[in-house]
């Protein structure tokens, strides 16, 4: 299996980088896992409710385009999608591991996702209610994909109940 994330934005500030390769780093020999940065559209400075919608479909097409359909599912990150305990993730992985499913999991821009790229999603998955900052998006991503594996190799990183 392996896991590729496709995430709107480069050029994150350096605390995020450290964060996200430290978790990257702990998680290549559990899952073969990649970043895929995606230019991010370029921004008015009072971009209207139409050029809103303009920055998510010129970033979904570079998300599709990126996305390699029948290949792999497509995981949206979506504040409106399913939440998922650690322990109901670890058990998705270990599923998809069985299958032998790769996973393209994305990571919207700062307006969020085309609708052309939920309709396509496999799984919409909410990693809180909460509104987080992209960037910080990155490392709470990476921690818990690290936190499933940890818990799908008896590792005792998880200290679950």
Do not use: C
């Amino acid at each position: 299996m392996k896991v590729r994330i496709l995430s709107v934005g480069n050029k994150m500030p350096k605390w995020v980088q450290t964060g996200f390769d430290e978790y990257f780093k702990r998680i290549q020999p559990m899952l073969n896992t990649e970043i895929v940065e995606i230019a991010a559209a370029k921004r008015a400075k009072n971009p209207s409710d139409a050029n809103l919608a303009q920055y998510r479909e010129q970033e979904g097409q570079a998300i599709l385009a990126a996305h390699a359909a029948g290949r792999e599912q497509l995981w949206v990150l979506d504040v409106k999608g399913k939440m998922l305990s650690t322990e109901q993730l670890a058990e998705k992985l270990a599923d998809g591991m069985q299958q032998g499913d790769d996973i393209a999991l994305v990571i919207g821009g700062a307006d969020g996702v085309s609708p052309e790229v939920l309709a396509k999603a496999d799984v919409k998955w909410s990693l809180s209610a909460l509104t987080l900052p992209h960037p910080l998006v990155r490392v709470v991503l990476m921690e818990q994909l690290y936190r499933a594996m940890s818990i799908n190799h008896n590792h005792p990183y998880h200290r679950g109940n």
